[in-house]
């Protein structure tokens, strides 16, 4: 079983629609939860932190998390066609005292928003 | 400079040949990491340096050498690689401190292409 799996997509949305994404983990002791937004040939980019269960919002951008079902998701409304890129979700579970907290990645979404 | 950089941003090896990858991070961070992103693949976490110290070593080849001379810099020494190894190498930084978020902010990466 993948620790973080993502639908590869492509998801595809017109513009101005809201686009969901998600994701599932499988490890309970997972505590901090990321998105990343990757343009084709660029580095990944962070755009969202969430920590807690509930929605977390940034503009166009919610984060949302449940914890119980092991369930984070990331909503974009009034998708643009700048917003078509690979969507990543990263787990992190912390390792206590000063340790790093490994970051385990998904394989990716493709988000295609359309005119 | 801002952020993470990493130079060089294309390399061209052939198998015999040595090299070595650069990363900086200019953030005030205590830990860099460097992964490996191959086409169709998540993200795959190589090394882990949490103050200068290597924390991780998620079973890499010997033919990737890692050196973190301070908090601030990391090298990736590369020799007699593979063509499989032709991929994205990504260098991150990230704090660690108790009480912080560990978000990983990642260097624009280097494309290497072993021939």
């Known amino acids: 079983q993948k620790e973080v799996e993502q639908n590869s997509g492509p998801l595809s949305v017109p513009e101005g629609a809201i686009a969901s994404l998600n994701c599932t983990y499988s490890?309970?002791?997972?505590?901090?939860f990321f998105w990343y937004r990757q343009y084709s040939g660029k580095s990944p980019e962070l755009i969202m932190s969430?920590?807690?269960?509930g929605d977390k919002e940034d503009g166009r951008f919610t984060a949302q998390l449940n914890k119980a079902s092991q369930y984070v998701s990331l909503l974009i409304r009034d998708s643009q066609p700048s917003d078509s890129a690979t969507y990543l979700c990263?787990?992190?579970?912390?390792?206590?005292?000063?340790?790093?907290?490994?970051?385990?990645f998904g394989q990716g979404t493709i988000l295609t928003v359309h005119p | 400079e801002t952020g993470v950089t990493q130079t060089p941003r294309h390399l061209v090896m052939g198998m015999t040949n040595k090299k070595s990858l650069k990363c900086e991070q200019h953030?005030?961070?205590?830990?860099m990491y460097w992964y490996k992103q191959s086409a169709k693949k998540p993200l795959e976490l190589m090394f882990v340096?949490?103050?200068?110290?290597?924390?991780e070593n998620n079973s890499v080849p010997s033919r990737f050498s890692p050196e973190c001379p301070n908090s601030s810099h990391l090298f990736l020494h590369l020799h007699t690689l593979q063509p499989e190894d032709s991929a994205l190498y990504l260098c991150?930084?990230?704090?660690?401190?108790?009480?912080?978020?560990?978000?990983?902010?990642f260097g624009p990466g280097t494309r290497l292409t072993v021939t």
């Open positions: 990263a787990v992190l579970q912390y390792a206590g005292g000063t340790s790093y907290g490994k970051l385990t």
């Open positions: 991150a930084s990230s704090q660690t401190n108790p009480g912080s978020y560990y978000e990983q902010y």
């Open positions: 490890d309970r002791v997972s505590q901090s």
């Open positions: 340096y949490n103050f200068k110290e290597q924390t």
């Open positions: 969430i920590y807690s269960n």
């Open positions: 953030l005030g961070h205590n830990a």
